[in-house]
């Protein structure tokens, strides 16, 4: 593949913020890649967009310039421009560019992008039901995201019955609470103006109802995003939960396995600090029949895995965390290493590509964490039943 053009644009994101895409033309057409952006962000990922986007773009132009001409002929072809860009383009400019760099060689090789990082694997979708916390505006739950997941035999009947949960969640709150007006959070996910505990027996609920409807295995998970909502050695909710609005580290950890044993949870996300490796430890301990996930905690970044993956069974991959793709392999071929489970996973401020479907399905990673709602959620679930 040789790059004839190459220039990063502005264009906005599904929260109407401007990120940056990048459009590359070969002989073989035109291809684009562009950056997503996280509200609830870990202290361990890169920045985005340092400078603010116009400006960083206008730089980045600069430096894209120096692209033309060039021949890409695989996968480290890739790899080996990415480790040339200038750290101060390391973010939302720099993946775009790996997107975009992706799409085109992949149509140049004449194969599927996934199949630049391996062989098709069959993922599994994690949907999100209710959203709370930084996603919610403050509104409801302290709790980030509650989820669901269905194991089918493929992932059209489990997006399928993933659907009717979501269906009931909706038909629970419209019913169950005069606070619910219909809407979604960035992601998706219904905000119910519930409290914490309320929202997840209510989806705990619309799951039983659907299991006994269908003999599926449906899966409840949360996403606490703990780091949120800790301060001063503190989880401070806005409002009781188990009759307690403060909670100690230690009553944090009683917190979640209780949570976990009562609606049994499956997908613990965060659930502590993020500088608190030994606490998720701790949960992992007690926890054994359920994923222990690690987002905030290791940010994708593979120095961050190396020293805290013994206190997880389960990390999340957001490739814009460290936005350059030869450390995301790095990172997933490390999760292998450390037999933890793999889920890919989109960010709040997502734009229309579909490729984490494919990053996810190339890498192995057992799981897409995505939302089931929305036009650039939709995008990534439809690629995914194509792919499995």
């Given at each position: 593949m040789e790059i004839k053009e190459i220039k990063a644009l502005q264009i906005l994101n599904a929260n109407s913020n401007f990120t940056v895409e990048v459009v590359l033309k070969t002989d073989k057409g035109v291809f684009r890649g562009s950056s997503p952006k996280g509200e609830s962000n870990s202290r361990y990922e890169v920045s985005q967009f340092k400078k603010g986007v116009e400006e960083e773009i206008n730089g980045f132009n600069v430096y894209l310039k120096k692209l033309i001409g060039r021949r890409i002929n695989d996968l480290n072809g890739i790899f080996t421009v990415e480790k040339e860009i200038p750290q101060e383009f390391i973010g939302g400019p720099s993946l775009s560019l790996s997107y975009a760099l992706i799409y085109g060689l992949s149509t140049e090789m004449g194969v599927e992008p996934y199949e630049l990082f391996g062989k098709k694997n069959r993922v599994i979708p994690v949907c999100k039901m209710i959203g709370g916390g930084m996603h919610a505006s403050g509104l409801g739950m302290d709790i980030q995201e509650i989820l669901v997941t269905t194991i089918a035999e493929n992932n059209y009947d489990s997006i399928k019955t993933t659907l009717k949960v979501y269906q009931k969640v909706k038909e629970l709150l419209e019913n169950k609470t005069d606070s619910f007006l219909g809407g979604v959070d960035p992601e998706g996910g219904f905000i119910s103006g519930l409290d914490n505990y309320e929202s997840i027996k209510l989806v705990r609920e619309a799951v039983e109802s659907v299991i006994s409807e269908t003999s599926m295995d449906i899966r409840l998970g949360l996403d606490f995003a703990a780091s949120t909502f800790y301060k001063d050695g503190k989880y401070r909710y806005k409002r009781p939960i188990y009759g307690k609005k403060e909670l100690d580290r230690g009553e944090q950890i009683d917190l979640t396995k209780k949570l976990a044993e009562e609606f049994d949870i499956f997908f613990v996300e965060d659930p502590v600090d993020e500088?608190?490796?030994?606490?998720?430890?701790?949960?992992?301990?007690?926890?054994?029949?359920?994923?222990?996930?690690?987002?905030?905690?290791?940010?994708?970044?593979?120095?961050?895995?190396?020293?805290?993956?013994?206190?997880?069974?389960?990390?999340?991959?957001?490739?814009?965390?460290?936005?350059?793709?030869?450390?995301?392999?790095?990172?997933?071929?490390?999760?292998?290493?450390?037999?933890?489970?793999?889920?890919?996973?989109?960010?709040?401020?997502?734009?229309?590509?579909?490729?984490?479907?494919?990053?996810?399905?190339?890498?192995?990673?057992?799981?897409?964490?995505?939302?089931?709602?929305?036009?650039?959620?939709?995008?990534?679930?439809?690629?995914?039943?194509?792919?499995?």
């Open positions: 500088t608190l490796a030994e606490d998720y430890g701790e949960i992992l301990k007690s926890l054994s029949n359920s994923l222990v996930v690690g987002d905030d905690l290791t940010a994708t970044t593979p120095e961050r895995l190396e020293k805290v993956h013994q206190n997880i069974n389960a990390t999340l991959i957001k490739p814009n965390q460290v936005a350059l793709m030869y450390k995301v392999k790095e990172y997933s071929d490390l999760a292998d290493k450390f037999k933890i489970d793999k889920v890919v996973s989109h960010r709040s401020e997502e734009t229309t590509i579909p490729i984490i479907s494919d990053i996810a399905t190339g890498m192995s990673a057992k799981y897409l964490k995505v939302g089931i709602n929305r036009g650039e959620r939709i995008e990534k679930i439809n690629r995914l039943i194509e792919l499995n």
